[in-house]
């Protein structure tokens, strides 16, 4: 079984930051790509970024250089430093991975999500 679990979210002032992280770990042969989704209150989720190389990145317009995303391949984990946060940022993240397990096959699996409120 593989596990997607994030930390770092919690509540901030508008203009503040904060890093969330993504730790994947079970039965993974390989992990190809990886990103961070959010979904607010009465609104669909959408992709904030992605990556599937260390450097090759794509990030939602509305987040575009206030968010950065990174990997560590050897530690399956993906990381989220969020700066300069709005009001509109609040929602819940959740991590998503496309990974292939032992058996060379494609799966997807999304962590469970952590809230960020962005508020005075």
């Known amino acids: 079984q593989v596990q997607l679990v994030e930390s770092g979210g919690g509540q901030v002032q508008p203009g503040g930051s904060l890093r969330l992280s993504c730790a994947a770990s079970g039965s993974i042969f390989n992990i190809l790509v990886m990103g961070w989704y959010r979904q607010a209150p009465g609104k669909q989720r959408e992709s904030v970024a992605i990556i599937s190389t260390p450097t090759s990145t794509s990030y939602a317009d509305s987040v575009k250089g206030r968010f950065t995303i990174s990997r560590d391949v050897a530690k399956n984990t993906v990381y989220l430093q969020m700066n300069s946060l709005k009001p509109e940022d609040t929602a819940v993240y959740y991590c998503?991975?496309?990974?292939?397990?032992?058996?060379?096959?494609?799966?997807?699996?999304w962590g469970q999500g952590t809230q960020v409120t962005v508020s005075s």
């Open positions: 998503h991975a496309l990974l292939s397990d032992y058996s060379r096959r494609y799966l997807d699996y």
